[in-house]
């Protein structure tokens, strides 16, 4: 198992925002949960990569609990096992791309692989921006470069935190197939958390928060 959350429940300012709260993903499986703004879509992210702790319940990744260990643990784990890709890239300024990759792998714990930076720059057709810096990159090229930077370390589950929201419909498809394929060239399983429900189309596992803070499965 991937992903396991089990009876989850987390409160913020008197606010129940998760009561009994759970769902499983598979190794390699990929998945969208969908949810309109409030419905708890960035509290669950945060809940498991570890950055917020829940009240009660279980996450675990890849095996291994995010939940009750300590904060060096959890950043840890975070770093091993979980590949983040933001709506906004989240790359060091001064540093170009290759070097943001090469950082991103020794902070993973993987030691540094410049062959397989290489390759995914290559993989991702950003080889003629290699040595380019953050803010010279387009829209397009930074969100492939974001999903490097969320394979790099070689993760079990890639977590994409509204990648399409901002996009027309064209872009939007092709950053679905970019993310599934890549992810499945991985071995990862893939997790896309949005509001943006033309992407229901594109994946076989849909599952919807909301008010009653529960998932449903749907083909």
Do not use: W
């Not at 987390?10 to 993903?25: L, Q």
């Not at 609990?65 to 983040?84: V, W």
């Not at 070689?154 to 092709?174: F, G």
Request: with cysteine; net charge neutral; glycine share 10%.
């Amino acid at each position: 198992m991937s992903l396991a959350i089990h009876n989850l429940a987390f409160r913020y300012a008197g606010r129940t925002i998760f009561d009994d709260f759970g769902f499983d993903m598979a190794a390699g499986e990929q998945s969208l949960l969908i949810g309109a703004s409030g419905s708890g879509k960035s509290t669950l992210v945060n809940l498991i990569c570890g950055l917020l702790t829940p009240d009660a319940g279980s996450i675990t990744i890849g095996g291994e609990r995010m939940t009750g260990i300590g904060p060096g643990s959890r950043d840890d784990l975070r770093r091993r096992r979980i590949g983040l890709v933001f709506q906004t890239l989240k790359l060091v300024s001064a540093l170009d791309l290759t070097a943001n990759l090469r950082l991103a792998q020794r902070l993973s714990g993987h030691g540094t692989e410049q062959e397989r930076v290489a390759m995914l720059i290559d993989r991702l057709g950003l080889g003629h921006r290699a040595h380019a810096r953050p803010r010279e990159l387009s829209q397009g090229e930074a969100q492939r470069a974001a999903i490097a930077r969320a394979l790099i370390g070689r993760p079990d589950l890639i977590i994409a935190d509204e990648p399409t929201s901002a996009l027309d419909h064209d872009n939007m498809q092709k950053v679905a197939a970019l993310l599934r394929e890549c992810a499945h060239e991985a071995g990862a399983s893939l997790l896309i958390v949005t509001h943006d429900d033309r992407l229901r189309d594109h994946f076989p596992s849909v599952r919807q928060i909301g008010p009653s803070r529960q998932t449903e499965a749907a083909a």
